[in-house]
């Protein structure tokens, strides 16, 4: 596709809930990361994957928060028993190479998360 | 102390004039420098990499200075389209050397007309 895609757009639930966002990344890219933004500071690393592998996941911020990309290029991001503080845009971001840190990375819109 | 710090703002700026913000980093093994752009409910962009000798796109100069350890976003000839939040990153090496990017939170431009 042209750019990162996420979706839902808005999603609302209820505490204690589970959701799944997706995020389909730019045709071919290699790298693909997650994001969790709360409001007024700037993008929180969650977890990263090359290909289908998950090579790093030390910023997903619970055993709750659960990231796979089975086929090396749409990932899931899945929150189970959802809690407050999880309230926040989820990003996800993806680049053409792997993540040597020195590629660009593109954005998707994000998906925000309300939790009641 | 977070890795990434930034002024959060605003700087408001007339419109024509030129603004300049800096962010500080913590981690002197740092290797690579970027400014993304925000707008309101939107996905970050990236706007420029900052290189060590200094550099300039258009109307944006980015500077790096490795000793105090800080970046530098110019803007010369504000537009009203230049109002944003302005991210500065940074690569944090990590063991398996994959280098994952630290965000600041921010810092807020609003130029007026």
């Known amino acids: 596709g042209a750019g990162v895609s996420q979706s839902p757009r808005y999603k609302v639930a209820k505490r204690g809930q589970d959701v799944a966002l997706r995020c389909d990344p730019i045709?071919?890219?290699?790298?693909l990361f997650w994001y969790q933004q709360a409001l007024g500071q700037g993008p929180e690393f969650l977890t990263y994957?090359?290909?289908?592998?998950?090579?790093?996941k030390s910023g997903l911020p619970s055993d709750r928060f659960f990231a796979e990309r089975p086929e090396g290029s749409v990932s899931t991001l899945k929150i189970q028993r959802t809690q407050q503080e999880d309230s926040a845009v989820y990003l996800c971001?993806?680049?053409?190479?792997?993540?040597?840190?020195?590629?660009?990375?593109?954005f998707g819109d994000g998906t925000r998360l309300s939790i009641l | 102390r977070k890795e990434v710090e930034q002024d959060p703002g605003p700087f408001n700026v007339p419109e024509g004039a030129t603004v300049a913000f800096n962010c500080t980093y913590s981690n002197s093994a740092s290797q690579s420098f970027f400014w993304y752009r925000q707008d309101c409910r939107k996905e970050p962009k990236l706007l420029m990499s900052v290189y060590s000798s200094g550099n300039e796109d258009g109307r944006f100069t980015a500077q790096l200075n490795r000793a105090s350890q800080y970046i530098s976003l110019l803007i010369r000839d504000s537009k009203l389209s230049d109002s944003a939040t302005y991210l500065c990153v940074v690569n944090s090496p990590t063991t398996d050397s994959w280098g994952k990017l630290q965000f600041g939170a921010g810092t807020q431009v609003v130029v007026t007309p």
């Open positions: 045709s071919g890219h290699v790298s």
């Open positions: 971001a993806s680049s053409a190479n792997r993540g040597l840190g020195n590629q660009p990375q593109h």
């Open positions: 994957f090359q290909n289908e592998a998950q090579l790093d």
